[in-house]
């Protein structure tokens, strides 16, 4: 059997319409642009409108990786969805998608990773390729994190935004590109840092909602300190196992988690600001949507090119956390 790789060979996103900016937040809580700016780096976020849904945003991102890949939805094998705000318990977020590709019998599914779920995905769908399974896998990274926000806790609600990223995975027997190496990471001893609690352990119930406790919790000092030890470890490790130099590195493209912990990484790692790609001023953090819709901003705006080398790095919700080297 040939050595396949997964390479990208489309990439799509899809954000709402509607901005909430920081001065909007500051007529909700007691915050304001200079104090969210300083703390996080984020400006405004994309809020979904009634109309819009984790897969109505997926499906908008998904069409355009297809597009990008120079395919159409029936050439899609596997959808998998990475997302803690699917359209609903079941069926899966993918199944919804798919029903609106009209890909009747492709095989869908979700993954629940949070902010490291796009990562978790990638990594499944260049498995099945790499096996011989499938020529061509569609992972979406989607979020509609509004929707399990409480507008009331200024310390979670500056953070969040909806969007949508999508990549199409493609069989290649080229060994140099593709996925080049990865590694996750999980440690549930950590849970109770970030939850969003409604499910079988604390079924959703009048007492539950009175108390506002059906919306996302955060300890964010706890969140900080984590982030921070895990960025510069993933990058060094996986620099370090594929023989990298900074300069072989195109982009360092992270879960837009926070501009302080970017920015501090970046200088211990000896890298300038220019090489991470960030853009969480205008989209906040969009969980498991961040580094795909940042890998779509960054190939349609051509600051990507073949041959590129770029380093993923994500943690969130879990714990979990983990690393990816990507040649395009």
Request: charged residues 20%; hydrophobic residues 40%.
């Amino acid at each position: 059997m040939p050595n396949f790789s997964a390479i990208l060979a489309g990439t799509g996103s899809c954000l709402p319409e509607r901005r909430l900016t920081n001065d909007d937040l500051s007529k909700m809580v007691e915050t304001n642009d200079e104090w969210i700016v300083q703390r996080t780096g984020i400006r405004e976020r994309r809020i979904a409108s009634p109309g819009e849904t984790t897969a109505t945003l997926g499906t908008a991102a998904a069409r355009r990786a297809i597009e990008a890949a120079g395919l159409e939805p029936k050439d899609i094998e596997l959808i998998i969805v990475a997302t803690i705000t699917p359209e609903m318990v079941f069926p899966s977020t993918a199944c919804f998608i798919g029903a609106e590709l009209s890909v009747p019998g492709t095989p869908a599914f979700d993954m629940m990773a949070a902010c490291s779920g796009f990562i978790y995905a990638l990594v499944t769908g260049s498995n099945f390729i790499r096996a011989g399974q499938y020529k061509n896998v569609l992972v979406i990274g989607a979020e509609t994190l509004s929707r399990i926000v409480n507008y009331k806790d200024r310390n979670s609600c500056i953070l969040f935004g909806d969007g949508a990223g999508a990549v199409v995975l493609q069989r290649s027997e080229d060994p140099k590109r593709g996925l080049l190496y990865n590694t996750l990471h999980a440690d549930g001893t950590g849970g109770d840092v970030m939850k969003c609690m409604p499910g079988s352990r604390h079924p959703i119930c009048a007492d539950m909602i009175s108390q506002e406790q059906q919306f996302m919790q955060i300890r964010g000092r706890e969140v900080y300190k984590f982030a921070v030890s895990k960025f510069e470890e993933l990058i060094e490790q996986a620099m370090r196992a594929c023989e990298l130099t900074k300069d072989d590195v195109k982009f360092i493209i992270p879960h837009q988690v926070n501009q302080r912990i970017i920015d501090s990484a970046m200088e211990k790692l000896g890298m300038p600001p220019s090489q991470a790609y960030v853009n969480i001023d205008k989209y906040g953090n969009t969980s498991a949507a961040s580094i795909p819709i940042a890998l779509d901003e960054a190939w349609r705006a051509r600051k990507i090119n073949k041959g590129d080398v770029l380093v993923f790095v994500a943690f969130g919700g879990g714990l979990t956390w983990a690393n990816a080297v990507v040649r395009v």
